[in-house]
Every structure is written in C-alpha cells, then in structure tokens.
C-alpha cells in the first residue's frame, strides 16, 4: 500500500496545463522542434524502449504522458526509475497531444541530442539522404540502418526533418541507435572518402564485389541525387532488374535494403 | 484548326455531375470497389500508363478527367485514341475527386480486371500477402514484383485491398503488370507447392541456395505471419542481422526487397 501512494505521488506531480499542451503539439512543425530543442516519440513500443534506455541513453526522456487505464495496467512493466516522468492522462488529452490518427496510450518527449561527427569512413559505412520527402521512407531508412548496425544517417537540410513524429514512427526505435545530423555532403566528405550511389550505370550488386564503406548516397523519390551532389559520386551499385520486369524504378527504401544487405553479406 | 476543333468536342462531351462525383468518391472505399467493380488511378505517371497500355491492356480505361491548364499543355502528349475518355475539370473538381492530400492535375477511373489464377508453381515465383494492412507497404510491395518480374500477387482477404487509391499510387504503374487476387491460402496452394517465409530460424538469404519458385509468404507488419498459414510453411528464409544492429525487425517491404533480390539473384 505505501508502495503503490508514493507512486501515485510521483506519476501525478505533474499537471497538463493547456500551455504545456500547445508546446507539445507544435513540436508536430520541424521550426519549434528545432526551437525548443525537443520531439515527440509516441506508441507503447517506441516510448519502452526510450524508458529502458534511460538513463544512459544519448536521447535524455523529459515527460512521459500516459492513459490512465494503460497505465494501471502497465506501470509496472515501466522501469522504477522512469516513473518519475510519467503524468497520467486522460484518451482525450491524448487525441489532443498525437500527431497520429489513431491515439496511442503513451507519449514521451525528449531533448533531441546534438552528437559530435564521428565517423570512419575507411572502416565504415554511412547513409546521406539527399532531399528524401517522405517521413515514411526516412523512417524506414533509419530503420535499415538499425538493423545493419549502420551509426550514421546524414540528411541534406532539405531532406525531411529526421526528428519528424511520422520518421521516428517510422523508424521503430532507430532514434535511440542511429545518429543524425543535416549536414550539406561536400562539408561532410573530404577527397579520399568513398561516394557510392545506386545508379543504372554501376556494377551489379550481385558482383560480388561489394564496397564496405564509404558514403551510400541515397536520393529524392522523384528526381534522384541533386546535381551538386551528383559530381561527388565516386562508385555507381546498379539492382539489376530482372528481364521481364516492368517497374521503373524501385522505392528508395526498398532500393537501400536491397544495396545494404549485399554490402553487410 | 479542324483537327483542334475535333479533338475539343471530343474532350468535352462529358459532364461531370454532382451524382457522378459521389460515385468516383465512394471508390476511395473498398466496398464500392467491389460493388461498381471500379478503381481510381491518380497522378500523371500513372494515368500516362493506363493510358498508353490502351486498348490491349487487362486494366481497361473508362473515364479520364484532367485539369484544364494541365490539359491544354499536355494532351498532344496523351495517345491520339484515348482523347475519347477525357473530361475537362477544374482544379477544384480534382480536389473534391482525388484521395490525394495534394489532389494531381489528372485522375483516371477503370475497370477492375477478373483475372483467371494461372501460375506454374514448380518454375515461378508469386507472393502472397498474409493480413498486410498498410496501403504504402501493399504497394511497394507491388512495384517490387513487379521490379522482379513476379506475376502474381495475391493477398488474404483480411488484407489492404491492392485497387485502394494509396495502394495503386505506391504501386507506380505496377497495376498495369502485376495480377491480383484476394484468396485464402489454403485455397491457392496445393501439397506440392514450396511456401516461403521469412523466419528467425530459417536459412540465410546470404547462403546462395536461395529456392526461385513457390509461393513467398509475406506477414502483417505488427502481428507477422498468421496462424493458420503458418502451418503451411514449407520453407524458412532469414536475413541475417548485423552482429552489432540493434532493430527488432525490418518493414514487411524492405524485407520483400532483401529476399527477392537474392532469389532473383
């Protein structure tokens, strides 16, 4: 019983004030994201992970706002030392806090990190986004490059924001593993560096004869790599479609799981 | 000038009624599909397909209508035989038309084909979608296959429906290529059949002994592969993971794309 008061004190500290609620919301909008310094995660999955990685996490938790009876139900499936952050709330507040149609039960909102450029690039390999749109396909990159264990997806400054609520949606967890950081290519790369884009012209990524790092290029959905960075290409990977095939083209993201897997066999 | 004169009668000769509108609406929902056995192609891309597929195409055209600015620019562009189809509307007519949040100078309605299920499972490949839910997933999925020459699509009942407007659209065209059909597995396969999934415990797509036949079972993106579909596995295919990656899994599509590129391999 004294257990269970002293944690109704602590997940009720905090109260939603409608201030609180409009500050919360524009961080839907890149511009107050980047104002406040601070993005949403929201849904059971992405927001456990975020809890269990505290407190060592790079990606420090600042407020968790939950659903009342998610959160009976839940509390204690919720690292001890997390509850602190936790304001319990009602499904209304929620609907009126997520960006998504369909309200999760859990909200977090966290400092958005700013990490020192650290990277090898004769040793490693690294995704630069170049003007990708789609929060969608963002995510899922970021999502990718979790998977092969990728530290690094750059973005050009008019790619999609990768703090977006529908990236990090997206990215299943990515946030917490991938480093991010918009930054123009020809400030990121120096002459000695690996440039490699999927291009019609390149080797097969069935050759056998993969590079292993370097910088993949990947490139807006309609219109490709952008001229200026186009000229830093120094390799060209080609997915061979198949004779019969009839697609034009192929999604980037599909595109970079296809290249990334033949890199990382 | 007469040749002018002709093609604007032609263009002209529908009208675009209030009534009409409500039924081009009500095919943004699968039920309607169904009943006016329907489907709305959306965007410029893929409306020049459909178009240029006319008249040998299993997607047989309908009606076209195409924003007037738009029009005037680019109906010297659009097959001289498919003129007949097209309605002149306004953008505001487009915007009320399209599902799109960005409504494209061009939208077009066509029949939905009834294709007669004819694959040859001991030397093809066809995929089948287990409970996919997201239309983006469902389309790029599509445009893979139809990237990869697959001929067959087919998906569970209680999957996104492949002529929904968003499916279409990820699908970039693949509509015209890729057949479709919503069926129960059970009913598909028969004891002979390879069925394939992607599985934790299955061998490496890395292992070069990829099967190139059979029937590539794909899951729901939350829930995986169902239940009673399971039991008809034949075959388990991993990718393998990055000894450092920290994801839990990959996007249903990107995993579509690993696997069959190295089957296509």
Known sequence: LGSNFHFRTEILKHVLTTNRIKDIKSLQLAKFRKELG???????????????????????????FAETVWLRKNRDTLPR???KYITEVTSRQLEVLSALTTPPPIIAVAAIPEEKIDFDPDNELVIYLDQIQDPGNAGTIMRLADWFGIRWVFASPDSADLWAPKVVQAGMGAFLRVKTARIDLI?????????????????????GNMPKNGVLLLGNEGQGISV????????R?????????????????????????????
């Open 38 to 64: 601070q993005f949403v995660i929201e849904g059971e999955k992405n927001v456990r992970e975020l809890l269990q990685a505290q407190p060592y996490s790079s990606v420090v938790c600042e407020e968790v």
């Open 81 to 83: 030392s997390t509850h």
């Open 187 to 207: 400030g990121l790369i120096d002459r000695s560096m690996p440039v490699l884009a999927a291009d019609m012209t390149g080797q097969s990524v069935y050759s």
């Open 228 to 235: 200026s960075n186009e000229r830093l290409i120094t390799e």
């Open 237 to 265: 990977i080609t997915i061979p479609r198949t004779p019969r095939g009839g697609a034009e083209s192929l999604n980037v993201a599909t595109a970079a799981a296809i290249i990334l897997s033949h890199m990382s066999k």
